[in-house]
């Protein structure tokens, strides 16, 4: 069965202290994979999609990476208002599947 | 302004009694889908649509009905809602017919079955 598990389950950092957030799947047939930061009481916003091994993405202090078996969300220096909880998904044929999700808290 | 729509936001129901959730997107969208949204299981696809009148089940379709007559909308019905239906609703659009693109979400609904 196809999985998409997120980890971990709750990141706490300091402002400024980097980190990465780790999404691993098993799909028959990966169609893409996408990030997506929600927060809280609001629907998901689209961060990236990757396709292929080896495609990374940028997007000010994100950076997302993919492999075969997994990708990451690498935070450089991140501030408070990057506090929200980072969705993984994947999309294999016609079906989206998503990840429980990261969430992300960022002290001042 | 580019948005997808739904409505209520809020709704407390009782068990049995249909309700429908109104989804309606102004991107010219073919793309459409419903997820449910509960703590620890993160979001499950319910049904998803690639354009008007194709309409497919995600992974916890029972219990839901959805329609694709017209482009722009994809309504959720509950024919008859039960407990284990509480949860987070959220509609969403993509500009492909597979979905490929990113998806578009809209603010949620929450859904309190009594």
């Known amino acids: ?108 | 302004e580019a948005q997808v729509t739904q409505n209520p936001r809020y709704l407390i129901t009782v068990t049995g009694k249909k309700l429908t959730v109104t989804c309606s997107q102004n991107m010219n969208h073919e793309y459409m889908s419903w997820y449910r949204q509960d703590p620890g299981l993160g979001l499950r696809q319910i049904y998803y649509s690639m354009n008007v009148e194709v309409t497919d089940k995600g992974d916890v379709p029972e219990g839901y009905k959805v329609s694709r007559k017209e482009k722009r909308n994809f309504p959720l019905i509950l024919e008859s809602p039960s407990p284990n239906q509480t949860s987070l609703y959220f509609c969403a659009s993509s500009p492909t017919p597979q979905g490929a693109l990113a998806q578009y979400f809209g603010p949620g609904t929450r859904l309190l079955v009594l």
């Open chain 1, 1 to 108: 069965e196809d999985q998409v598990t997120q980890s971990p389950e709750a990141l706490r950092l300091q402002e400024g202290e980097s980190s990465s957030l780790n999404c691993s799947y098993t799909v028959s047939g990966l169609r893409g994979l996408f990030w997506y930061r929600q927060d809280p009481g609001k629907g998901p916003e689209f961060l990236f999609t990757l396709y292929s091994a080896g495609e990374e993405k940028e997007k000010e202090r994100l950076k997302a990476t993919l492999t075969k078996k997994e990708s990451f969300l690498h935070i450089t220096a991140p501030k408070p208002e990057d506090s929200a909880t980072y969705l993984c998904a994947v999309r294999d044929n016609n079906d989206m599947r998503f990840g429980a999700g990261t969430r992300l808290t960022v002290k001042p």
